[in-house]
């Protein structure tokens, strides 16, 4: 069979699903290839991740005998086969990422948040899925892709897989700080990363005592690898957006401003997100009221 795959959201990120698809087809001796509308194919696969929010759908003709729509952007029920979720990807496809492996060790999360999906898709109880090496072979780097690894009820074996790779692991989605425990900080001081990521989505949550009990287990020293996503403008106001980072930088955390549906948002949000993310004017302006953009040349200083 000729197959052909296309990347709707582009090739910016590696798309997991048609890794696994190309993995699959070649296995069986299948033509596997980039869309090409030169050509006609005998199937092809569309894989979407996002909606019309953060990316456009295909808007080409594709010339097949059949077509096959996946992922989150086109909805929630079209999902891959057992022997073809399970099976190790195609790296191949995108060469630019090379050394560097995707996955899921679980899946699901308890939280239901209003603005992710994952309750609905993958469930509200997190479980393990996979182990290590259905996605790793030795590569230096991984990005894991799960939802809330911490509440997992096997993070301690799963950790510690990625504690014995010895790779640089970067937990692309954070880590849940409601759930860290002494326990589990000794286990993730065991794995290599450059970075911990956490988020503090909603402003009515007290995190800070989890912050603060944290830094007490914790082996990461650096306010800069202890970074903190901040959602704004869903459900909060300036003044909750500005307590959660300046909370925050008072702790030892890093924070970093997530806009939800940036081209909704208000002025002084993208001026916030500016100023919190871009570290150069966030030090040298401690207070977000002095901070004036015009201010500043290319190279983050005064003029």
């Not at 699959?24 to 569309?46: F, I, N, Q, S, T």
């Amino acid at each position: 069979m000729k197959i052909g795959l296309i990347d709707v959201d582009g090739h910016r990120w590696p798309n997991l699903c048609l890794m696994k698809i190309s993995a699959y087809h070649k296995a069986r001796g299948d033509m596997v290839e980039w869309y090409d509308g030169r050509r006609h194919y005998d199937l092809v696969y569309m894989s979407r991740v996002f909606t019309d929010s953060y990316s456009k759908d295909y808007t080409g003709t594709v010339h097949a005998d059949n077509i096959v729509k996946g992922g989150t952007g086109y909805g929630l029920v079209n999902r891959l086969p057992s022997k073809m979720e399970h099976i190790y990807p195609d790296y191949s496809l995108y060469p630019q990422f090379a050394g560097c492996a995707y996955g899921f060790l679980s899946r699901g999360c308890p939280r239901g948040c209003g603005f992710c999906i994952v309750g609905e898709k993958e469930g509200k109880k997190t479980v393990a899925v996979a182990d290590l090496p259905e996605f790793w072979s030795g590569e230096k780097k991984i990005k894991l892709l799960d939802a809330n690894l911490l509440a997992c009820p096997d993070w301690k074996r799963l950790l510690g897989q990625l504690a014995e790779s010895g790779a640089m692991v970067d937990f692309t989605q954070g880590l849940d700080i409601r759930l860290m425990t002494p326990e589990k900080a000794d286990a993730l001081n065991c794995v290599r990363t450059k970075m911990l990521h956490f988020a503090w989505d909603n402003p009515e949550d007290d995190l800070i005592p989890y912050f603060k009990r944290f830094l007490e287990i914790t082996s990461v020293k650096d306010y800069r690898k202890r970074r903190v996503y901040v959602l704004t403008n869903y459900g909060s106001t300036h003044e909750q957006d500005l307590y959660r980072i300046y909370a925050l930088r008072e702790t030892g955390f890093d924070p970093y401003v997530m806009v939800y549906e940036k081209t909704t948002a208000p002025p002084v949000t993208r001026k916030l997100q500016r100023w919190v993310n871009n570290k150069r004017f966030f030090h040298a302006v401690p207070d977000f009221q002095d901070f004036d953009p015009a201010g500043w040349g290319k190279k983050g200083a005064l003029k």
